[in-house]
């Protein structure tokens, strides 16, 4: 294995009928050179957000890629607390926003030496400062004074890091009528979930799983090139649930542009019985939790354990 640092992925090379991938361009960032070829069996996308995979397939006389954006327009403030509470033994704190008018929500995960990551978050171009009087009054508006009393314990360790992330964003390569062969895109260049979820690294490890299972089955060179789109359809479907869990409660609020599809509503209402019961009752919370964290799947949040509990709490 070969790895390269600091040069720039430029196109992708192909055979002359442009139906099979054979490479990449690249150039050195630093050097003011004509770009290299380097060959491949198999191209893997795994550039992130800013992939240009898109573009570069348009340029070669692909049909452009079909893509669903979910705006939400949030952002974040992330900063680390030494905690002074040495006793504290939880290791997470969550104030959740009651959609659609709260729109600001707040985590504490423990870390390693005694400290935490205290995060605030919030929807809709609301987005926590990172000026520290700023930021202590946005933890103190949340809707639970929760998050607030713990950081009153709590000693500061380092500055307030922000991010704004615009949307929820998903790339349907699987549609194409025709798609090259030898190419594979995947983790956040195929799809981008809002972090407040906590899913991306999961949805990404999942991908790497199933390539690496595609990988064991004892291909020749030519069967792999040629079945990189059956693989890049098996992506797609590992997609569905996530994208699903974090357009469902996004689309929650009125301001978060995006397509509402059949049945929404219905969901959201059913999940916000399950949420409001997670208040007194830890089972519905386990069963919650490893569906948003990609453990179960989300059939699981019918099971009557669960459905009969959320039609009484109703009544």
């Known amino acids: 294995m070969r790895l390269l640092e600091g040069c720039e992925v430029t196109g992708l090379r192909t055979d002359p009928a442009r139906a099979r991938v054979t ?3 690249l150039r050195m960032r630093e050097e003011r050179g004509q770009p290299e070829e380097m060959r491949a069996d198999v191209v893997v996308d795994a550039s992130g957000r800013g992939s240009r995979t898109p573009s570069w397939l348009m340029h070669l006389g692909y049909p452009t890629v079909e893509e669903a954006q979910v705006i939400t327009d949030l952002g974040y403030a992330s900063r680390i607390y030494h905690r002074r509470a040495a006793s504290s ?3 997470l704190l969550v104030v959740l926003p009651a959609p659609p008018a709260g ?6 995960c423990a870390l390693e030496e005694n400290q935490w990551i205290v995060s605030l978050a919030g929807r809709c171009h609301d987005y926590p400062p990172a000026d520290e009087t700023a930021f202590f009054a946005f933890a103190r508006s949340l809707e639970v004074p929760d998050l607030w009393d713990v950081l009153q314990e709590a000693e500061p360790v380092g500055p ?7 949307s ?8 194409l009528p025709h798609f090259p062969q030898g190419l594979l895109v995947l983790g956040d260049a195929l799809c981008c979930l809002t972090a407040l979820y906590a899913q991306g690294m999961t949805v990404a490890a999942l991908e790497a799983k199933a390539l690496q299972t595609w990988l064991q089955q004892g291909h ?14 098996t992506l797609a479907n590992i997609l569905a649930v996530p994208w699903l869990l974090a357009t469902c409660e996004d689309l929650r609020f009125p301001e978060v542009r995006g397509k509402r599809y059949t049945g929404l509503s219905l969901l959201q209402w059913y999940v916000l019985q399950l949420n409001e019961l997670t208040e007194h ?3 519905v919370t386990a069963s919650l939790f490893e569906v948003v964290h990609l453990l179960k799947h989300p059939a699981a949040l019918f099971h009557p354990s669960l459905f009969f509990p959320a039609m009484r709490h109703r009544r």
Not at 160 to 166: E, N, R, S, Y
Not at 224 to 233: D, N
């Open 23 to 25: 490479g990449i361009t």
């Open 89 to 91: 033994d939880w290791k």
């Open 103 to 108: 729109k600001r929500c707040g985590y504490i």
């Open 160 to 166: 307030i890091a922000t991010l704004k992330q615009p």
């Open 168 to 175: 929820n964003r998903r790339r349907y390569y699987e549609r």
């Open 220 to 233: 020749t060179c030519s069967t792999l090139v040629s079945k990189t789109f059956q693989l890049q359809k």
């Open 281 to 283: 009752d830890p089972r």
